[in-house]
């Protein structure tokens, strides 16, 4: 029988100040688990080395001093005595398991020597994997993610793309499956952005090539007949020179605003706000944070039909799914799109969203964790 004690639980990841989806995923994980255990939030005093991140930073701008008061600040990437201190303050907590975001190779090592000191202690370890191995991930990064993860008790992930990648990494790992919740504590927009066009059109987060800019691009530049305005906001991580020149073409002469910086959370809301549709032309994926901030704002979604996302978009009723990079299918797709086919959508995207929440990934996390010990028996 499951056990009726109260878990103790440990989240060691990223939080606010620290910028980007999982810091927010970490920090409202956190939050929607208090009510069911105790919590302790371990976060970081540094994240990543400055040469090492390609953007502007990794601190929400002006945010430097807005910490969770929650949250310990007590991991540094790159400095091994604070990874013993971190398993000091866990142990002290009393914790019955641990909690680990993963999604980058760049973490291998810490979270490798996290998970043998706790299991050590008796203290299992959950990773919560956002990438299993990273996008367009090499063979050191599989080999890294393996070193990583081998240790840990449970996992969950966001798709069962990503479980069966897990599977080829750790065939015997027990994998749970839980969707990205809508982030529902980004602010209502305090503004209305004026409308350029008969649709708004965004493409928001950080610009890197899986996500498929240059595909949108290519498929806009050949719509002639329609009055639309593209508004791209985040910070371009590469593909900066093929994204320039597609923007240059006669085509998108106009049609085009790029916001080249890292975009906060009130600014996101007057985007969105103004949005007709999110445009979502990826070549790969694992989940999307940026689709629960769309569903937040009851905003449709045009997405490739990957798994990890088209599992949480219902085809003409939410959004729409096209075929992944295909420039053709995607042109064919937004002639379709107008503000009144997307405004229709609203209430088939907040039912929806409502069944996406923080309470029932921390349930879903409660309930893996209280079978433990059965299954260890």
């Not at 939080?15 to 105790?38: E, N, W, Y």
């Not at 142990?91 to 999604?103: K, Q, T």
């Not at 069966?164 to 065939?171: G, T, V």
């Not at 965004?202 to 305005?229: H, N």
């Amino acid at each position: 029988m499951p056990s009726s004690r109260r878990e103790r639980i440990a989240i060691i990841g990223p939080v606010p100040p620290f910028r980007g989806g999982i810091a927010q995923h970490t920090m409202m994980l956190s939050r929607a688990l208090m009510p069911l255990a105790d919590v302790l939030v371990l976060s970081f005093t540094r994240q990543y080395p400055g040469w090492l991140y390609p953007g502007s930073g990794d601190i929400e701008p002006g945010a430097a001093r807005m910490t969770q008061p929650e949250c310990r600040y007590l991991l540094d990437s790159l400095n091994p005595l604070s990874w013993e201190r971190t398993v000091k303050s866990i142990a002290d907590f009393g914790a019955s398991i641990a909690v680990i975001p993963w999604w980058s190779a760049f973490w291998a090592p810490c979270a490798a020597y996290l998970t043998h000191r706790l299991s050590r202690l008796g203290i299992p370890v959950h990773f919560h994997c956002h990438n299993v191995a990273g996008h367009d991930a090499s063979r050191m990064e599989h080999a890294f993610a393996r070193l990583a993860l081998r240790g840990g008790s449970t996992f969950r992930v966001h798709s069962e793309a990503e479980r069966a990648e897990l599977l080829r990494l750790l065939p015997s790992a027990r994998v749970g499956i839980s969707a990205h919740p809508v982030y529902f504590q980004y602010p209502d927009s305090l503004d209305t952005l004026p409308r350029r066009a008969a649709v708004e059109l965004l493409f928001f987060g950080f610009v890197r090539r899986y996500k498929g800019l240059d595909i949108l691009l290519e498929s806009l530049s050949g719509i002639r007949d329609r009055d639309f305005m593209l508004t791209i906001a985040g910070e371009i991580w590469d593909d900066r020179t093929r994204i320039e020149s597609l923007a240059a073409t006669p085509g998108l002469s106009g049609r085009l605003e790029i916001i080249d910086r890292y975009v906060g959370a009130q600014e996101a809301s007057m985007l969105f706000d103004r949005a007709d549709a999110l445009v979502m032309p990826y070549r790969s994926a694992t989940g999307s944070g940026v689709l629960g901030l769309a569903y937040r704002y009851g905003v449709p979604v045009i997405a490739s039909a990957l798994p990890g996302i088209a599992e949480h978009v219902r085809d003409g009723e939410t959004g729409w799914l096209v075929e992944p990079g295909s420039v053709d299918d995607l042109a064919r797709t937004l002639e379709g799109v107008s503000a009144e086919r997307a405004e229709a959508m609203k209430p088939a995207i907040e039912s929806l969203a409502r069944t996406l929440t923080w309470e029932a990934l921390a349930a879903s996390l409660i309930e893996q964790a209280a079978r433990r010990p059965a299954e260890r028996r």
